[in-house]
Nanobody, 128 residues
Framework: QVQLVESGGGLVQAGGSLRLSCVPS????????MGWFRQAPTKEREFVAA????????SYADSVKGRFTISRDNAKNTVYLQMNSLKPEDTAVYYC?????????????????????WGQGTQVTVSS
């Protein structure tokens, strides 16, 4: 059974930082693009960031550009989301997602249907 396990969420003051991690179990995704999404109460799930299987291509939502950085360590089968200069509006449950298609060259990273595997989410709360 494939699982994506997120960790690193928590409570932080505005301006602070957190680093989220996503570790798949049951298989590796070293040849698959990976993404982070988030969902705040009463809002739709939204794209945050994504990274290609090689790490050579990255995409970010406009709301997090310059503050968040996505990276991956394929040797550790882990994807990270470094979040700096956090704002109260970043408060949400953050989900890790894995593209089911290996070596997918499409750049439509924000499309949720691209991803076949999802984690359970980790809560990030930013206080003002």
């Amino acid at each position: 059974q494939v699982q994506l396990v997120e960790s690193g969420g928590g409570l932080v003051q505005a301006g602070g930082s957190l680093r989220l991690s996503c570790v798949p179990s049951g298989r590796t995704f070293s040849r698959h693009s990976m993404g982070w999404f988030r969902q705040a109460p009463t809002k739709e799930r939204e794209f945050v960031a994504a990274i290609s299987w090689s790490g050579g291509s990255k995409s970010y939502a406009d709301s997090v550009k310059g503050r968040f950085t996505i990276s991956r360590d394929n040797a550790k089968n882990t994807v990270y989301l470094q979040m700096n200069s956090l704002k109260p509006e970043d408060t949400a449950v953050y989900y890790c997602a894995a593209d089911g298609s290996p070596l997918n060259l499409n750049s439509d990273y924000a499309r949720t249907s691209r991803y076949d595997y999802w984690g359970q989410g980790t809560q990030v709360t930013v206080s003002s």
